[in-house]
């Protein structure tokens, strides 16, 4: 992805690939993201003005769909709220400061439309859509240190949110979620001073968080982690001149 290409390599076999080819030049290409539905593997990009280009096969000539929601797009991400294997779309709206989504219905895209008001000025989203008919958005932003938590349960249209805060800038941060516990824990990369830690933030049925922070290691330059059963974390650590 470059600012106004997206481009696709196609592998050879294992951990070698063709030269890159571009597949579609757009200006402004802020976020891309892959998806798998009952239509098969697709791609959705999002330019700065608001586009968004839905690819559903790799065809050379073809692009298959693209429509304009919204300005100033920060985000893009796939989820699907009542588990039925049709894609819902969302964004955060850098412009209004706002999150935006689509419901789809089978085949019908963006069939019930809905804009949420924020209350930081996020840049990155990751979406828990593990429980039918309740979505949590995870909104936060690179080098900031909150973290916005919205949950909508469409069953109700009723919407909570929460706004929780590391003690340092963020790097990254993913979640796990136990949906029969109605609990999820949202864990933050942080660092400060080349300090990295993880900061670990659990909800119970959304009400306060219960907070934990460790430090993992010093001198780090850049970092990034998984986080499922285990919590294995990357890092670039300086040692002397070497790194």
């Known amino acids: 992805q470059s600012s106004s290409k997206l481009f696709i390599s196609f592998a050879k076999g294992n951990n070698s690939f063709y ?8 200006q402004n290409l802020s976020d891309i993201t892959s998806y798998v539905d009952r239509g098969g593997r697709k791609l959705a990009a999002v330019s700065l003005e608001g586009n968004v280009y839905l690819i559903s096969s790799l065809s050379m000539q073809d692009e298959n769909f693209n429509l304009a929601l919204l300005e100033g797009a920060a985000a893009l991400q796939v989820f699907d709220y009542n588990r ?12 209004s400061n706002t999150m935006k989504f689509g419901l789809s219905e089978r085949r019908n895209m963006m069939r019930t439309y ?3 008001n924020l209350s930081t000025t996020p840049n990155q989203l990751i979406i828990d859509d593990s429980k039918k008919n309740i979505t949590t958005f995870i909104c936060y932003k690179k080098g900031e240190k909150a973290i916005e938590v919205l949950r909508y349960n469409f ?3 009723q919407l909570n949110k ?3 805060y590391a003690s340092d800038p963020i790097r990254e941060v993913k ?3 136990d ?4 609990r999820i824990t949202v864990c933050a990369l942080t660092l400060q001073n080349k300090i990295l830690s993880l ?11 219960i907070a934990e922070k460790r430090q993992v290691a010093d001198n780090v330059e850049d970092a990034t982690f998984n986080f499922s059963v285990y919590k294995d974390v990357y890092a670039l650590v300086r040692l002397g001149r070497n790194v």
């Open 155 to 157: 069953e109700r249209s």
């Open 114 to 116: 809905f804009s949420l």
């Open 199 to 209: 900061q670990e933030f659990e909800i119970r049925n959304f009400r306060n968080p």
């Open 162 to 164: 929460q706004i929780i």
């Open 175 to 177: 979640f796990s979620s």
């Open 179 to 182: 949906r029969l516990k109605d």
């Open 19 to 26: 030269s890159p080819v571009c597949y579609i030049s757009k």
């Open 84 to 95: 039925d294997g049709f894609k819902e779309l969302a964004f955060i709206d850098a412009g």
